[in-house]
């Protein structure tokens, strides 16, 4: 028996589901989750010592690639000098001033361990600075698991088919206005009837947690006069997009300020960290200067700073998300290629270092379209390219992610492995 077999059998007696985290274990598209030993670069290697490409790079954090030189360095040095105070670091401070430098709609900035933190606390601030309590958000968008958030959620929350949590009161859910992805009129629907209840909208600018979904034209311009006109702050959710699709994140790609951003894992370069910021006025609202209260025993914990610091640097080396984009470009326009030869009904897209692939002609642009991919199919794709020795996202309903690591040998590998996948779809029968 396979070491991940045996490894998952006895972690399913002592964690449910065997899993830290529901998307891990595989249901959606099934078999057994790859137990992960090592990383280095754009590979990594399961416990029986099987080498992969790797597209996830832990859900994205892994943006300069698995154990770069640097960010161990960083974390080695760090952890030299103790792991965590529970007091201010000059670290925290070097880090905060550098986000907010390269997120300018920022002004003030607060560390926490995760992206469910930053995006919990983003919603509890915007409440107390508005006074309003209703929040609108959007179907197949996930912000990490804060009951408020946990409604019609994408990422794991889909994959699982429970797309709105249990254990989550009616009359929290009820301060969750839901809509469609992408149809502006709902939103304008919403802020017609409730407007003046409405504290944030809170939004993925670049969809990831349903795969990948991108915004229309004008979408994001609209909801961003939709909230000044009401007085609801508008969330830009980048904890997956922030530093990931470019330096500043999809506000910088796309030319929008909103009121609040979140972020996390590039920021912690594969350490626990997440942040959440906005202008002065807005963020003096937190204690201990406000009466919005937020906390964390490991918030700008040192080693995580570290890791993070070494990652920004990085990411800001010329060139950097240019070859990122580029190389993700060339995966998508050669995998689609790959299936176009064989008549198999496939797309792919990226924005920066992140892609979608679809089983379906053309990448969807609503929630609707996302659930008209052939899932079955994918999971096909997905172990027999597992098989051959590339570790794509295991579920249709996730986005996958590139680091700098990878390059022309990874894309190629994966192209010949797509290729002989794609060959076996409409193969003739054998008679
Ligand atoms: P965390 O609490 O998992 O650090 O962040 C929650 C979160 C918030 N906002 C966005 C846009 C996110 O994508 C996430 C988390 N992303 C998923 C991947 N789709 C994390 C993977 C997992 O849940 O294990």
Not at 14 to 30: D, E, H, K, Q, W
Not at 207 to 219: C, D, K
Not at 222 to 246: N, P, Q, S, W, Y
């Amino acid at each position: 028996m396979k070491r991940s077999q045996k490894l998952f059998q006895h972690a399913q007696l002592v964690i449910p589901g065997g899993v830290n985290s529901p998307v891990r274990a595989f249901r959606a598209v099934g078999g057994t989750p790859l137990f992960l030993r090592r990383g280095k670069g754009a590979w990594v290697w399961d416990a029986d010592g099987n080498r992969y490409i790797d597209y996830v790079g832990s859900w994205g954090p892994l943006i300069a690639g698995h154990a770069h030189p640097d960010v161990l360095k960083a974390v080695e040095e760090a952890a030299s000098r103790g792991l965590s105070f529970g007091a201010p670091t000059e670290s925290e401070v070097e880090i905060a001033a550098l986000l907010c430098k390269l997120v300018p709609s920022m002004e003030q900035v607060r560390l926490v361990s995760s992206g469910t933190e930053a995006t919990m606390s983003a919603i509890r601030l915007a409440r107390g600075h508005t006074g309003r309590s209703k929040i609108l958000k959007f179907e197949g968008c996930y912000h990490g698991h804060a009951d408020s958030l946990l409604v019609k959620a994408g990422s794991g929350a889909l994959t699982l088919g429970q797309p709105s949590s249990a254990g989550v009161p009616a009359e929290i859910a009820a301060q969750t206005i839901v809509v469609d992805y992408n149809d502006i009129g709902a939103v304008e629907r919403a802020f017609q009837e409730d407007g003046k209840n409405i504290a944030a909208v809170i939004v993925e600018p670049v969809a990831g947690n349903m795969n990948l979904v991108t915004p229309r034209a004008g979408f994001l311009e609209a909801m961003r006069k939709l909230c000044t006109k009401h007085g609801t702050l508008l969330i830009f959710d980048e904890v997956m997009t922030g530093f990931r699709v470019a330096l500043g994140g999809a506000q910088a790609l796309f030319g929008i300020s909103p009121d609040l951003t979140t972020l996390g894992k590039v920021i912690g370069g594969g350490m626990p960290m997440g942040a959440f910021g906005g202008c002065r006025a807005i963020m003096q609202c937190i204690a201990p200067l406000g009466p919005v209260y937020q906390a964390g025993t490991l918030s700008g914990n040192p080693i995580a700073v570290a890791a993070g610091l070494a990652t920004l640097k990085l990411v800001q080396a010329a060139g950097f998300y240019e070859r990122l984009t580029a190389t993700a470009l060339d995966l998508c326009e050669r995998l689609t290629a790959a299936a176009r030869q064989h008549r198999v009904a496939f797309s792919a897209q990226n924005v920066g270092g992140m892609f979608g692939m679809y089983f379906r002609a053309t990448p969807p642009s609503t929630y609707a379209e996302v659930m008209q991919c052939d899932r079955a199919t994918f999971s096909h794709f997905f172990h027999a390219m597992l098989a051959d020795g590339v570790y794509f996202a295991p579920s249709a309903f996730e986005a996958c992610f590139l680091s700098a690591a990878h390059g022309a040998p990874e894309v190629e590998k994966t192209i010949r492995a797509a290729k002989r996948f794609f060959a076996t779809l409409n193969a003739p029968h054998s008679t």
